[in-house]
């Protein structure tokens, strides 16, 4: 089964401050999920990610497959951005379309 | 779309009832997933369906639970009886294709207490 690790567990910053949250994974991957679950507890993915970096507004997730990690910034953070940041990858020895995820980040943004 | 919607939002029961919880999934997703989330143990996938047949169903927890998809655009999970450790919150997700390497859409989740 692959291990899915996340730094830190939890994370307060105060507005404007750039923010990273990492994820360690134990087994070679087809891709890696980023997911934001809300305070309200809703799960929304941000990322899917294979190889390199991506870009979604302030949201930028790399990912190094040599070394399994990959990496979410988020530039100028905002309290809105307070939220649960899941990492998630295929379980691949029990089946691709198997998540595992990562026990998630709990990040706080103060104004 | 409308998204994936999950039905009731909150349910709040006594051991040893039955519990019945509803998915509709996004039209035209070949996979749904029902994934049950806790303090202790995060989110965990309980089974998942492909195409309305049940694919892999190692993390139902045991007897009591399971789940149905008689259709393209629903989908069941049930448990019988309820018992306290049961209480979570429950999330069903669908994917237009495999669930490793595309993107999950999550439903609102449904809020369990089984006292």
């Known amino acids: 089964k692959n291990e899915v690790e996340q730094s830190p567990q939890n994370l307060t910053a105060q507005e404007g401050e750039f923010i990273t949250i990492n994820c360690s994974y134990s087994v070679g991957i087809s891709a890696l999920h980023w997911l934001q679950q809300h305070p309200g507890g809703g799960i929304v993915s941000l990322f899917m990610?294979?190889?390199g970096k991506k870009k979604h507004g302030r949201l930028i997730a790399t990912i190094n497959i040599q070394e399994k990690h990959s990496s979410l910034h988020i530039t100028a953070s905002h309290p809105r951005d307070s939220a649960v940041y899941i990492c998630a990858v295929p379980d691949l020895i029990q089946g691709a379309q198997k998540l595992v995820f990562g026990q998630g980040t709990r990040l706080t943004i103060n104004p | 779309d409308a998204g994936v919607i999950q039905s009731p939002r909150h349910e709040v029961t006594e051991m040893g009832q039955e519990v019945t919880l509803r998915c509709k999934p996004i039209?035209?997703?070949?996979?749904l997933f029902w994934y049950r989330q806790t303090m202790m143990r995060g989110l965990e996938l309980l089974i998942y369906f492909n195409n309305n047949v049940p694919i892999d169903d190692s993390g139902m927890p045991e007897d009591r639970f399971s789940a149905k998809m008689p259709n393209a655009s629903f989908s069941t999970l049930k448990i019988q009886p309820s018992e306290p450790r049961d209480s979570a919150v429950y999330f069903c997700a669908s994917s237009p294709g495999t669930g490793g390497s595309e993107t999950q859409y999550f439903g609102p989740g449904t809020r369990l207490l089984v006292l």
């Open positions: 990610l294979s190889s």
């Open positions: 039209s035209g997703h070949d996979y």
